[in-house]
């Protein structure tokens, strides 16, 4: 009985103690202020897509593949090579981001950018047609003091985030 | 399950409560109790509040496409949603994926057990009211979700495996991040949890000799997954009917003895731990070789060819897209982070299948609600749910 | 000049003083912001997260709590159908009021010279007691006027917890008394001068301060509004300005009975200030508001079946050692 509540009384201390230790020590955070920290994503990550039409074949195994039926095929005649073809578009309110699509293409005329903000003021615009796919994604800085940092592993801290 | 129970019964000292669907603690679910006093005379889940009917989807789908598909149960264990799947398909087309691939799919497999793992952890911690304990691991998931993310490209949905192998290869100087990672989890997990929260006396007041399953009962009633080794049967797929590089790899079942709420959060420790260890072996026993079977290596274009061999990254062959596995019917067996989980595949060499069966562990494991939280104190409610790691959306695919 | 002379020493005046400035409304109005935006700040340090920002990026999000009640200002006052409308709009109003009730006999130092205290009685420490206990009533009332399952149960819990926390409370003040031979909490402070109670009698200072930890709902228990089974306990129900104020009670009562420790325990506003001994007073009520509002990312919450076990077999037990002690003491002494 005496052992067991000196025993509890020990791991009181213990928890009030590490939280303690918690409070004192400086610097250790995990969030990330994510408008104003941008993350640069490693490469190879899965965001949104980027087409380049003068490889696309018009096989159309991209809009066959995509589970999220996000794809169609459109005849598209660009601006100034005036060359034609049947390109994909996406529309990023059914896509998924499984890339499919970027590993089936053939001749690698889809490729990844590295966006994820999939976030815009118009719904419409959340449909990707070729010319703006061709062009990619590009996002203003959601804040007027965001800046790129870069979330590197840490042992001790879990994750650190360096500017880039 | 009895239903009469939202009736009108004369029992004039009980209160009945509607717990959920919006409710802080119920999650995508609905729990309807009977309340003497402090004591809840009879406890019923309704689940069904988040199905998505993904077996019946998965009938629409070609067969690459239900990958993604069969990731949406439970999106935070979405490999080993996805192995399951894979392993099934890969029995019909009977193909065998190589050593290194095998290797991949498991280091993939048991990162994303720890941050399962970790989530139980976080929604135990605050469903008992530690706010620290539902913070901390939901942080610490995220070096594990980085590693992950450098494997895959995602962060949560995966779909990383392929009938034949996997998707891509692992980055340069992968393992010294990995390792920097575990390090960083098993240190955390070692010291910290255990002085906030597993030592803590009051967490140990609310857990232990709480909502005890005993051995004969989790038997009987097909529990599976942590909450079935905590009542003290040694039962885990991964070593029962092994798959994927378990067979060569070294590891033990985390087991305990007491069946109770303690108990059952103890298990995942040890299977955090156990998870660690695999993953060191992985990082230092990965086999060289392709990570794709090479029946599909030669049916990719040359571009993805050169592409693959320089980076890494495997390109989809086009015959993916009209893949008609011969007819069969199939199952596999897996074990996902909260228990066995079970694919039946009926296929009658069709674009599509013509029958999944998707069972998940948390489907397998609602009936604990009613076993274990009738009879129990109001206050115990939480703290049982917490402890068996139910996840709604599994539960209710 | 002669109007700004009545105005000042109206509000000069002790029993103007002490109710609406220090350690009245406005000190506590201050303090509950500063309280909340640290609990939260702490929290979000040991939690490895950052906590209120945005609302008054440069200091921290100080303010956020403003903000929060600004918002619930202008938030509609739902009041459901079944729900006894009148006692579920008066209570929470009631309850604040007798929550401040105590602080007119809590002697809370000098300021310029003057004394804080409202009302001078010999048997000041019995007053605030007994007008402390009047809060936990209205919460009971507010959740039995809900007309809601879960504040029902709330509100028992409140009861349950009530007798168990509120005879150690009194107990273990009452022998501060007998160990100091007077009721009025100014003789029992100026009795500390040299030594303070918690040095003499550290039981005492145990049981009262789990007490009001336990009176005041924080970690490790919250339990009339443990959110994860009883949604809020007594104040489901409540909406806007009205939720703000339940939410504001068991802060204000946190404050209330942390100056009654320190005054009881930790030798009130000695080592004196000339002048201004309230400031050492504060700053002692400061220190005990944040350690308690630490504990919230400590503790996850007890059972309440535990609770009340905690009470009457550790609390109680604890409070009748703290008597004998201090009967001991007095008889040693004597
Ligand atoms: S990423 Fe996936 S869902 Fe999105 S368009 Fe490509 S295949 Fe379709
Ligand atoms: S983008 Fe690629 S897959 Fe799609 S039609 Fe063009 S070449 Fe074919």
């Known amino acids: 009985m005496i052992i067991k509540i000196i025993n509890n009384f020990y791991h009181h201390i213990r928890a009030i103690l590490i939280g303690l230790k918690y409070l004192l020590s400086p610097g250790i955070r995990i969030t990330l202020k994510y408008p104003d920290e941008l993350p640069i994503l490693p490469e190879n990550y899965r965001g949104m897509l980027k087409l380049n039409n003068e490889l696309c074949i018009s096989c159309g195994l991209c809009s066959q593949i995509c589970p999220a039926g996000a794809i169609n095929l459109k005849l598209f005649e660009h601006e ?29 005329a889809l490729e990844l950018t590295r966006i994820h903000d999939a976030a815009f003021y118009v719904e419409d615009e959340l449909y990707y047609e070729v010319n703006r796919l061709i062009i990619g994604p590009k996002i203003d800085p959601p804040c007027m003091r965001s800046k790129y940092v870069i979330s590197e592993i840490d042992e001790v801290r879990g994750i650190v985030y360096r500017n880039a | 399950m009895k239903t009469s129970l939202s009736k009108q019964q004369d029992n004039r000292k009980e209160i009945e409560l509607f717990i959920g669907p919006q409710h802080p603690a119920s999650g995508h679910m609905r729990f309807i109790g009977r309340v003497d006093g402090d004591i809840f005379t009879n406890f019923i889940p309704d689940p069904g509040w988040v199905h998505r009917g993904i077996e019946k989807i998965a009938e629409n789908r070609k067969w690459i496409q239900i990958i993604p598909l069969v990731e949406r149960a439970a999106i935070l264990d979405a490999a080993n949603m996805n192995i399951g799947y894979v392993i ?3 029995k019909l087309l009977d193909i065998e994926p190589p050593p290194r691939a095998q290797y991949l799919r498991t280091l993939l497999c048991e990162i994303n057990r720890i941050t399962s793992h970790l989530y139980g952890f976080g929604i135990a911690g605050i ?30 949905t995966y779909s990383y495996m392929i009938p034949g192998g996997v998707r891509r290869d692992l980055p340069q100087g992968f393992k010294e991040k990995a390792l920097k990672a575990l390090k960083y989890i098993e240190r955390r997990l070692n010291n910290d949890y255990f002085r906030i929260f597993f030592d803590n006396p009051v967490t140990k007041a609310r857990y232990q000799e709480v909502g005890v399953l005993k051995r004969d009962d989790a038997i009987r009633l097909g529990i599976v997954g942590p909450n079935l080794r905590a009542s003290n049967v040694k039962y885990d797929v991964r070593k029962v009917e092994p798959y994927a590089a378990y067979p060569e790899l070294e590891f033990d079942i985390a087991y305990e003895k007491e069946g109770d709420c303690y108990a059952r959060l103890l298990v995942r420790v040890e299977e955090i731990r156990q998870s660690i260890k695999i993953i060191r072996q992985i990082l230092d026993a990965l086999p060289q070789g392709p990570i794709i079977h090479k029946k599909y290596e030669k049916l990719v274009s040359l571009r993805k060819l050169e592409e693959y061999q320089k980076t890494g990254i495997f390109g989809l062959p086009a015959i993916f897209t009209v893949l008609r596995p011969p007819a069969g019917e199939v199952i596999s067996r897996v074990e996902a982070a909260r228990g066995e989980l079970i694919f039946h595949i009926i296929s009658t060499g069709e674009l599509r299948p013509y029958r999944l069966r998707m069972v998940t562990p948390s489907f397998r494991n609602i009936v604990l609600f009613r076993e274990l939280i009738s009879g129990a104190r109001v206050m115990d409610f939480p703290a049982i749910y917490g402890s068996i790691d139910y996840f709604p959306p599994e539960s209710d695919r | 000049m002669e109007i700004v002379d009545l105005i000042l020493n109206i509000l000069l005046h002790p029993s103007i003083f002490v109710p609406l400035i220090f350690p009245g409304f406005i000190t506590i109005l201050i303090i509950i912001i500063l309280l909340i935006w640290a609990e939260r700040k702490v929290a979000a340090k040991i939690q490895m997260r950052i906590g209120p920002l945005y609302v008054t990026r440069r200091f921290g999000g100080i303010l956020q709590l403003l903000a929060d009640l600004l918002r619930y200002m202008f938030a509609e006052v739902i009041t459901s159908k079944d729900s006894d409308k009148f006692i579920f ?37 019995l007053a605030a007691l007994a007008l402390s206990s009047l809060t936990p009533i209205f919460i009971i009332i507010m959740g039995w006027a809900s007309n809601n399952k879960f504040a029902l149960m709330g509100s028992l819990r409140e009861g349950h917890l009530m007798i168990s926390y509120e005879v150690p409370l009194y107990l273990s003040a009452l022998s501060v008394a007998i160990l100091h031979g007077s009721l009025d909490i100014v003789d029992i402070v100026n009795n500390q001068q040299r030594v303070w109670t918690v040095l003499i009698n550290p039981f005492a200072a145990f049981s009262f301060f789990i007490s009001v930890i336990m009176s005041t709902s924080r970690f490790p228990f919250e339990i009339t509004e443990s959110d994860s089974e009883l949604v809020a306990g007594p104040y489901t129900e409540y909406s806007s300005i009205l939720y703000g104020l339940v939410m504001g009670v068991p802060y204000m009562r946190l404050y209330v009975f942390t100056l009654l420790f320190v005054d009881l325990f930790l030798g009130g506003w000695y080592p004196l200030i000339d002048g201004f001994s309230s400031i050492t007073l504060i700053i002692k009520v400061l220190i005990i508001l944040l350690f308690s509002v630490f504990l919230r990312s400590v503790y996850p919450r007890y059972r309440l079946d535990q609770a009340i076990r905690i009470g009457w077999h550790i609390l109680f037990t604890l409070s009748l050692i703290s008597i004998t002690l201090s009967l001991l003491i007095i008889g040693w002494v004597m």
């Open chain 1, 80 to 108: 100034q090579t005036k060359q034609v073809g049947r390109h994909p578009e996406v529309d990023y309110k059914r896509c998924i981001f499984c890339g499919f699509c970027i590993d089936i293409c053939p001749s690698k």
């Open chain 2, 88 to 90: 099934a398909l890969e």
């Open chain 2, 127 to 156: 469903m008992i009211g530690s706010s620290t304990f539902y913070m901390w691991p939901f942080a610490d998931r995220e070096p594990l979700i980085d590693i992950a993310q450098l494997i895959t490209g995602a962060r949560l």
């Open chain 3, 89 to 125: 709009i008066a209570s929470p109003i009631v309850a604040l009021t007798a929550t401040l009730l105590p602080l007119a006999v809590i002697p809370a130092g000098s300021l310029l010279g003057i004394e804080l205290i409202a009302l001078r009685t010999n048997i000041s420490l």
